[in-house]
């Protein structure tokens, strides 16, 4: 028999992590598009904030995830060519691919059945 604060607590990291990723795509979007005009900022915003909006939803977290890690390693990958170590895009690609593991409230995990 399970807790209840176990089906609970993958659920809020999914809610949470979701939301915090679609608020920093959308300020990475604005900042992409203030005076600087940086296109591969408002293209990473973009793919953050539309990734974490499909995440969010239980039924596409798969394909947001998929986007959201993809999006994560390329900007990970562009900061190391830059010099710059990319904590922050390794611990939010880990943070997604570990909710698109444990599945998220009668969502069963990725590679898994629903029972």
């Known amino acids: 028999m399970s807790h209840p604060s176990e089906h609970q ?32 900022l408002v293209a990473f915003g973009t793919a953050e904030a539309v990734g974490a909006l499909v995440f969010i939803w239980p039924r596409s977290l798969r394909v947001g995830g998929c986007i959201l890690v993809c999006t994560f390693l390329v900007a990970a990958v562009v900061h190391l060519l830059a ?7 390794l611990v939010y690609a880990v943070a997604v691919l570990f909710v698109m593991t444990r ?13």
């Open 83 to 89: 010099g710059d170590f990319p904590s922050e895009h």
């Open 9 to 40: 607590s993958p659920t809020l990291l999914h809610v949470a992590l979701a939301l915090i990723i679609a608020v920093e795509g959308a300020i990475n979007l604005v900042h992409g598009l203030s005076a600087q005009e940086d296109l591969q």
């Open 103 to 115: 599945g998220t409230g009668g969502r069963a995990p990725f590679g898994q059945a629903a029972a």
